[in-house]
């Protein structure tokens, strides 16, 4: 590729980035011998320490009740009736200056989203990192803080992880499974809980820099937290604040990107055919002069009826269709792909979103008396990340410009082409990308805080309270910079002197040279959306016992929440469309290429009253049983239950298990949302999706089991396809428009969880190890009713009767309803709405073990894995729909809207050495091997999917003394690249590394 690095120039990058590494090691080292000989504490903790840094849940060998995510109960056991694991703050550090996304991600029971790292314009999460627990979605993950709620940071009512105090994260624990008897809504997939580290006293200070091999995505982390106590330890104060900075990574510095197919908008603009004027159909003599132009000029074959245009550099024209013509490929970036002509990107791409970010928090402690704490708490975050779109400002395929004959800027050849239709001076249609004009970029900024405040304390020997208020507010202010101006654009191209008059040098919309500095200026504008999220909480739980069963004390807890949260989208009116006057019609927004969204908003409050019990039947038995009624003012009453059980037969085995009724209410945005253009990925027909009309795809060959090649095709007809063009119809692109909307009337998802599992942690072990336990779990999760978008794929699949939704080929049927085309054929629109419509489930199977051995005069060898195997993971889109099973497939987007990955096997696994004196790992993370999703459906599907991937990490701490550590590590160790899929050089870059090798070090210094 034409701006790809040369060898020598990546050579030289490479020795540009060992000097820096150098630099900064050396940096770290004069940190080392500046620390001021003073050490911050820890109060000594039931939480067990070790530097394996996963553990199956907390250690609490000294007796003191606690809290296990998962339940409200105090016990002194350590092991959940669910499965549960453990990351400590260590396994967060090892990961480098990184989100506590990424983090996260590392563990196998989580699946990446797209947002917080990923670069999308369209379609990404705008900066968002998210927490996704078993690939169902992250709004179905629920996610607290100390056991509350957080701020929601979007219309999802998902958590942002970058709001989270990570300095004062002293453990992370994953449950799996339902919880919304004890939690309340969200808590389907299970719970994910940063613990509060409040016995931190003194002052400690961290810093780490990371950065790739290749010299880009620099990383830099830095945090300052505070514990101290007063008044004889009555009072007490816990501040921190945190700043992370995270930069861009060059996609043409990577040879991976180096045979990208490219975009299918390419920036000469795409000329289409129109069913009201098409090309060869005009005067016989223009026809001749236009088939003769590509047959004896050019020397091609002449372009078939349903054929696109493209202007080379030198003027001459271009059958898009297989590349007739195609020139100056290294000026004008294209290329053939899949039968048609594509454009390489102009501009350089990151294939690291970059992000700033602050954070502050705040926690403060008063004992009013011995058995009386109030408590208040402050957490904020400001963040900016700013998303570039490589192709530039794309146009909305749904309303193509019209182009005047008379546009000055058209070139001999293509007036001949334009000569050839029966109207020659009518406007043509006119797809294109803002490319030389101004890139579209988009900066999200937000800013997040709450506010909580409290009071705990005890009633007698056997009674404990807790009632506190929390209020938050997230504003999310989105400002799209370079959008391409309706009106101005219509006056530039349709002015007799090419808008010369209107900027310097005019608009050629068919060249390739770049367009003025002041013709950008006058084309392009700038918008502002702006979001705002509101959440108020107050609850009410009393603990205690209530008398002695056989196997001890009767737990239980009981409480009472309100939640109200309310949204306010506001939409800049430039992107909305403006009333004419005539009822129900509206003109076209400002902004071109935009869906036309409208301002909105709503609220959703519920009463809840909920109980939990722990019974000890006998000694070494116990049940924990919980119900909860809610009250929406959306939905009406729902209740949510719980049964778990624990059993220990013999000491240093534990069987455990349980089922949970749990529900997510429809979140603000499923409610409200504005009606908004969305991006329909639906494939190509080279690779089994696409338009079923495309003739070169399964749907037109009979190559998908029980549909009709005959009947799609008179379908394909009474849908608006011509019969002129039928035959020949085909569809370039792997997208099309789409248009999302909230419903109102939508009702709760519903879902049921089973486990069952068993802990091994056998005491005659440890005369060999130091350490030891083992897990075994087995999950299953069943969603009901599940919101989702009817998305274009699945539309289009239905309404061809790819699934027997169809099997008359009616054009009235509900799915054909919601695709529109436009007079040509092509696909112009499909509306997504949202609805009650599918059922999820997946099953799995996690291993977990950790074990240590001690090696004399040297410390302990260590070793730890969690392992998760997939048996299924079910979709079925609508009731009367098959189930369709993607565990080990790639590629399917019905859940996270992109093409997500269920690999069968996945695992992180630690090997390493500790001593007094610091340790060594080495950390491998291993994604299994997937099949093309597309082989689900249509089993005789070809379609590659990806291989098995690892990762190693290598990490090393230093303790250079009580009061300084040091760390360093090399992620990607070996520099994996990752596997292709869904085109050259494409990849789910949500799921695989697509920076390559990266190198960090860090401080932490104790005052």
Known sequence: MGNSPSPQKRVSIRREIMRTIRWVALSGVSLAMLATPLQAQEVPSSQNDDEVGLDEAEDNSAGEKIVITGSRIQRRDFTAESPITTIDDEFIQNGGPATLEQSLNALPQFQATQGSQTNAVAGGGGGRANANLRGLGAERTLILFDGRRLQPSDTSGAIDLNTLPSALVSSVEVITGGASAVYGSDAIAGVVNFKFNNRFRGLELQGDVGVSELGDAETYSASATYGGSFADDRARLFVSGSYLERGT?????????????????????LIIQSGTNPFGFGRPANVAAFRNLFANTYGTDIPGVSSSYLVNSDGTIIGRNGGLNLRDTETTGYLVADGVVRQRALNDSTVQLPIERYTAFARGEFDFTDTITAYAQINYATYKVRQRSASGALQSVVEPIQIPSTNPFITPDLRTLLNARPVPTAPFSYYFTGTRIARLEVEEDYDVYQALVGLKGSIGSALNFDLYAT??????????????????????????????????????????????????????????????FEQTVVQGNVTGSLFDLPGGPLGFAVGAEYRRNEYQATIDLRKSPTPTGTPGVTSAPEVLGTSGALSSGGDVSVAEIYGELLVPLFDGFELDLAYRYSDYDTIGGVSTYKAGANWTPISDFTLRGGYSRAIRAPSLGNLYSPREGAIGIIGRAASGGGDPCDVTGAARNGQVEGVDP???????????????????????????????????????????????????????????????SASLDYYNISVDDAIGYLTSPLALNQCYNFTGQNPDYDPQNINCQLIERDASGLLAEIEEPLFNLASYQTSGIDFQVDAAVDIGGVGRMFLNSAVTYVIDYKIQSTSSDPVLDYAGTVGNAQ????????????????????????????????????????????????????????YFDLVGRLNVDDRFELRAGVNNLFDRQPPEFGGNSVTPTSTYDVIGRRFFVGATARF
């Open 249 to 269: 990574a060059s996609q043409f510095a990577r040879p991976f990107f180096d045979n990208v197919d490219g975009t299918s908008s390419p920036t000469s603009g």
């Open 471 to 532: 209020h938050g507010k997230t504003t999310n202010d989105s400002t799209t910079f370079n959008q391409l101006s309706r009106s101005r654009f219509n006056a530039v191209v349709s002015a007799a002197d090419g808008g010369a008059s209107l900027c310097d040098g005019g608009y050629d919309p068919f060249g390739f040279a770049p367009t003025s500095q002041d013709c950008a200026d006058y084309l392009t504008l700038d918008t502002v959306d702006r979001a705002v």
């Open 710 to 772: 005959e009947q799609v095709r008179a379908l394909c007809i009474a849908q608006g396809v011509p019969v002129s063009l039928v035959d020949g119809y085909t569809y370039s692109g792997s997208a099309n428009a789409a248009f999302r909307i909230g419903n109102p009337d939508l009702q709760e998802e519903t879902a049921d969880s089973y486990t069952i599992g068993a802990v091994f942690q056998p005491d005659f072990m440890l005369g060999l190890l130091s350490n030891f």
């Open 895 to 950: 859940i996270d809207g992109f093409s997500s990955t269920h690999p069968a096997w996945k695992h992180v696994t630690t090997l390493g050495l500790a001593g007094d004196t610091g340790s060594l790992s080495l950390r491998w993370r291993y994604i299994g091997q997937q099949d093309n999703s597309a082989i689900v459906s249509n089993p005789d599907s070809e379609a590659d999917g990806v291989p098995s991937v690892s």
